[in-house]
């Protein structure tokens, strides 16, 4: 099992920029990859960004294509997701995941991952 601990989020007024930090711990030997999912009220979790452990591949959600940028530091096995321009849709509880399947091709379903961290709160204020 993949420990997953976020941390970052806060209140920020729209336009503004916040960078979330996922470290991972545990059993990582075979996990390929990792995911940024959000939850806002009411609705259900959805996928924000993606990225391969070996070579840094990225996906990103249409949503936040151009204004948030997933990255990832392999020595210190801690993943980060810039986000920059926010707005208030993007105010939500941030999940990052570990790909639980061993699979190298890029994924944005939450079936995929095995591991998810406790999320950390995103407030845009407008």
């Known amino acids: 099992q993949v420990q997953l601990v976020e941390s970052g989020g806060g209140l920020v007024q729209a336009g503004g920029s916040l960078r979330l930090s996922c470290a991972a711990s545990g059993r990582t030997i075979g996990r390929s990859a990792m995911g940024w999912f959000r939850q806002a009220p009411g609705k259900d979790r959805e996928f924000v960004a993606y990225?391969?452990?070996?070579?840094?591949?990225?996906y990103y959600a249409d949503s936040v294509k151009g204004r948030f940028t997933i990255s990832r530091v392999n020595a210190k096995n801690t993943v980060y997701l810039q986000m920059n321009s926010l707005k208030p849709e993007d105010t939500a509880v941030y999940y990052c995941a570990a790909e639980g399947t061993g699979s190298y091709s890029i994924t944005i379903y939450n079936r995929d991952f095995g591991s998810w961290g406790q999320g950390t709160q995103v407030t845009v204020s407008s």
């Open positions: 990225i391969r452990w070996s070579d840094g591949g990225t």
